[in-house]
């Protein structure tokens, strides 16, 4: 079975804090993803790795950095965090087969509330 | 226009009963497509791939338009375990991440 795990299932953090999400999948997959999930909006992705040490930025990459620097692990950084990054935020991994991305399998998600 | 829509529902239906809902999708060079499921307090898991064809995996049904720029879902004999969002992916080209884009998702209720 394949696992992603994501370093916490709820935190609080203050505004203007650093904060490291953390993502763990130990299927060897190249291709690693970060969303965030708020009502109404569905998931937006915020950046994807396809590698070790290379990202691509995606659709709201404003306010984020990402690190990949092992295969496995795909962390999220929030350099000082606003009111306004309060969200879910999903972790994703997947297999790159010819063609096209496979599935993507999550992770279930870190509560982010930043006050 | 949003790139991709969904009806956010919720569609509430009886047990047995065969629900349908769209996905459109605004580019027309867009390439690959999926139908997730998202539980309540879950995170989201693959249902199925939509290929060209349609495909049918038990009672679930996908489908393509290409023409009308849509994908489909339908769920024959749904049971109370149906219950879920179901959101749709839409893939504009396979080697740029960026295009990843997910509906909002279309929430079903499946009632006894």
């Known amino acids: 079975d394949v696992k992603v795990t994501q370093s916490s299932r709820y935190l609080v953090k203050r505004t203007g804090e650093k904060v490291f999400l953390e993502c763990v999948q130990d299927?060897?997959?190249?291709?690693m993803f970060w969303y965030r999930q708020d009502p109404g909006l569905g998931l937006r992705l915020i950046y994807f790795s396809y590698d070790v040490k290379m990202k691509e930025k995606g659709d709201i990459p404003e306010g984020y950095s990402v690190s990949r620097e092992k295969k496995e692990r795909f962390s999220l950084i929030l350099e000082s965090a606003s009111t306004n990054q309060t969200s879910m935020y999903l972790c994703?991994?997947?297999?790159?087969?010819?063609?096209?991305?496979?599935?993507?399998?999550f992770g279930p998600g870190t509560r982010l509330t930043v006050t | 226009r949003k790139e991709v829509e969904q009806d956010p529902g919720p569609f509430n239906v009886p047990e047995g009963a065969t629900v349908a809902f769209n996905c459109t999708y605004s580019n027309s060079a867009s390439q690959s497509f999926f139908w997730y499921r998202q539980d309540c307090r879950k995170e989201p898991k693959l249902l199925m791939s939509?290929?060209?064809s349609g495909n049918e995996d038990g009672r679930f049904t996908a489908q393509l338009n290409r023409a009308s720029q849509y994908i489909s879902l339908l769920i024959r004999d749904s049971k109370l375990s149906d219950s879920a969002t179901y959101l749709c992916?839409?893939?504009?080209?396979?080697?740029?991440?960026?295009?990843?884009?997910f509906g909002s998702g279309t929430r079903l209720s499946i009632r006894p």
């Open positions: 992916v839409v893939i504009l080209s396979w080697s740029s991440a960026s295009k990843i884009i």
């Open positions: 939509v290929y060209s």
């Open positions: 994703a991994s997947s297999l790159t087969v010819t063609g096209g991305l496979d599935e993507q399998y």
């Open positions: 299927m060897d997959h190249e291709n």
